[in-house]
C-alpha cells in the first residue's frame, strides 16, 4: 500500500472528475494521502476532502507565494486548525525565489512565524524550496526546527544539502522529477538517502512523472515514482511501498 505524501486534490484542475480521481489512486494501491491546504482559499476545501474521505489527511500552512497575504489573524486561524484530528502538518510553507510573488524579506518573516508555531504545537512541517537552498537551511537552523522536523517536499536540492536536511530530522521526498531519464540529480540522491527518511509524492496536479509528463498528474501516478524509487534502491516495489509508507505514518502520526 502506497502513501501519496503531498498533493492537491482540492486544486480546480480536478473540479470535473475529483471522485474519479480518487478512486483511481485506490485502484492503483494508494491507501493514504496527505492534501496541502496553503493559503485562504485552499485550506478549507482542503481539510474537507479530509473530513469526506478516511484515508486522506490535509496539512495546513501559507505558501510563501502568498507570503504578501498572510495577516495575524490567518496565522490565529491556522493554529486553531491544527486541532483537527485530520490536520498532521504546518506546510506547505518556506521560501520561492522562482515566482516573484512575495518580496524575500516577508517571506522570510512569513516562514519563520509558522516554524515557531509548529514548535509550540509540536506539529512537522512541510517545506517548499524553490531556488532558495542555502537560505532555507540558514532558517530552518535558526529557529530550530530540528525540534519538530518534518519533510523536504519535491527535494531538488544537492547531497549537500540533504545532509543538512537530514540532521536537523526531516524527511526527503521525491516526485515526478526522480522518474525524467535526465534528472541525474534527484536519482543520485535518492540513491543516498536512508531509507527510514523516504518519502514518495505527486504535487498532483504538477510535476508528471514519465511517461506522463505534460499533461496533468493525479495521485495514481506516485506508484511511477515508487517504482523508480525501488529501481534506484534495488528493492522491490512492495518493499519501497512498505518503507515509505511507514515512514509517512510515522512522521505524519497516522492512523
Not at 509540536?122 to 530552518?140: E, F, K, S, T
Request: glycine share 6%.
Amino acid at each position: 500500500m502506497l502513501t501519496d505524501t503531498h498533493v492537491h486534490l482540492n486544486a480546480p484542475q480536478f473540479d470535473e472528475d475529483r471522485q474519479e480521481v480518487i478512486q483511481r489512486a485506490f485502484d492503483n494501491g494508494i491507501s493514504r494521502m496527505i492534501n496541502v491546504g496553503f493559503n485562504r482559499e485552499t485550506i478549507p476545501s482542503s481539510i474537507a476532502l479530509a473530513e469526506q474521505y478516511e484515508c486522506i489527511y490535509s496539512t495546513v500552512g501559507w505558501h510563501p507565494q502568498d507570503a504578501k497575504d498572510m495577516t495575524p489573524e490567518d496565522l490565529e486561524w491556522i493554529e486553531q486548525l491544527c486541532r483537527h484530528p485530520k490536520v498532521v502538518a504546518i506546510g506547505e510553507i518556506g521560501l520561492d525565489y522562482y515566482w516573484d510573488t512575495s518580496p524575500k524579506d516577508v517571506q522570510d518573516v512569513v516562514f519563520r512565524q509558522q516554524i515557531r508555531l509548529a514548535r509550540k504545537l509540536g506539529m512537522p512541517i512541510a517545506i517548499h524550496n524553490r531556488d532558495a537552498h542555502h537560505d532555507i537551511i540558514q532558517v530552518l537552523r535558526e529557529e530550530k526546527a530540528a525540534e519538530v522536523g518534518g519533510v523536504m517536499h519535491c527535494f531538488s536540492g544537492s547531497w549537500e544539502t540533504a545532509k543538512q536536511c537530514l540532521d536537523m530530522n526531516f524527511y526527503i521526498s521525491f516526485g515526478g522529477p526522480v522518474t525524467f531519464k535526465n534528472a541525474k540529480q534527484p536519482k543520485e540522491v535518492l540513491d543516498k538517502v536512508p531509507l527510514d527518511r523516504l518519502l514518495i509524492e505527486t504535487d498532483a496536479p504538477y510535476l508528471t512523472p514519465h511517461p506522463y509528463r505534460g499533461k496533468r498528474n493525479e495521485t495514481a501516478y506516485v506508484k511511477l515514482v515508487a517504482e523508480a524509487a525501488a529501481q534506484i534502491k534495488g528493492l522491490t516495489l512492495e518493499e519501497i511501498a512498505q518503507i515509505t509508507t511507514q515512514n509517512a505514518i510515522r512522521l505524519f502520526d497516522l492512523k
